[in-house]
């Protein structure tokens, strides 16, 4: 009897564990950024968003969870063809999302794969169109074209694509030798138009310099024509000025001496003396001919006469 009562006991604490194991199992918490696809008895139920579930034991199970964070993949190089039949190889980077959890759970059997292979049949559309130089300076423009393709086929299986980038473009190796050539020659150009711009400018800097110091000394030796012309005239002016004083002076002196002679109540024969003083000192001077006055002529007379009266004295 007391077996059968323990092993009753055992029993019961067996399914009061057991109940609460279910119990536990049915309490389930959904973190942040994920949701929980739930499904009951084979069919889609709910979709679970952030918190605490409960959900029927043995009826419903957690189908899938997902991510809703932005997700990144990198996807390997692809093999395109341009238009001008060059063959290259791009990889490219998507940056997605998943909006709708159902249609993720429920849309494609392997969403990554899908997206792999969708991003390569689209770039190859686009590449085909263009030609080699266009796809390796038209990033921008692929790029747009590719986010907008994939974010509309994706839409069904609840993905959206917010951003497509072309990581890197890998021509052949030929095409490399041939553009590094190309890109060498252009450095080369432009290098050598930027010594010849800086000899015409050295040039035209050595010319202005030249013809700025051919003004400057023009000017200069104008203005020391102009100094030199200008003391010149100074000089002119001062020395006609002391020639003006000294006519002026003599002509004082000779007036003062007429006073005199005036004042000493001279003759007409003391006058006539003067004026053949006045003649011998003009006979002095170098002049080869010398017209004599008649007045003059006798008053050599009367000077001989002073001489002889003289001697006889």
Known sequence: ML?????????????????????????????????SVIERLGGYKDTWSVGIHFKMPILDKVAKR???????????????????????????????????????????????????????????????????????????????????????????????VNRVELKNIMPPASINEAMEKQMKAERESRESILIAEGQKKSAILVAQGKKESVILNAEAERQSQILRAEAQKEATIKEAEGQAEAILAVKKAEAEGIRFIKEAGADESVIRLKSLDTFAKVGDGQSTKIIIPSEIQSMSGLVTSIAEVGKTN
């Open 3 to 35: 077996a059968a009562a323990t092993g009753g006991l055992f029993l019961a604490l067996a399914v009061i564990v057991l109940l609460i194991i279910i119990i536990i199992s049915c309490i389930k918490i959904v973190p942040q950024a994920e949701a």
């Open 66 to 160: 997902v991510n809703l964070k932005e997700q990144v993949c990198d996807f390997p190089p692809q093999p395109v063809i341009t238009k001008d039949n060059v063959t290259m190889r791009i990889d490219t980077v998507i940056f997605f999302q998943i909006t709708d959890p159902k249609l993720y759970a429920y849309g494609v059997e392997n969403p990554i794969m899908a997206i792999e292979n969708l991003t390569a049949t689209t770039l190859r559309n686009i590449i085909g169109e263009l030609v080699l130089d266009e796809t390796l300076t038209s990033r921008e423009i692929i790029n747009t074209k590719m986010r907008a393709e994939l974010d509309r086929a994706t839409d069904p299986w609840g993905i959206k």
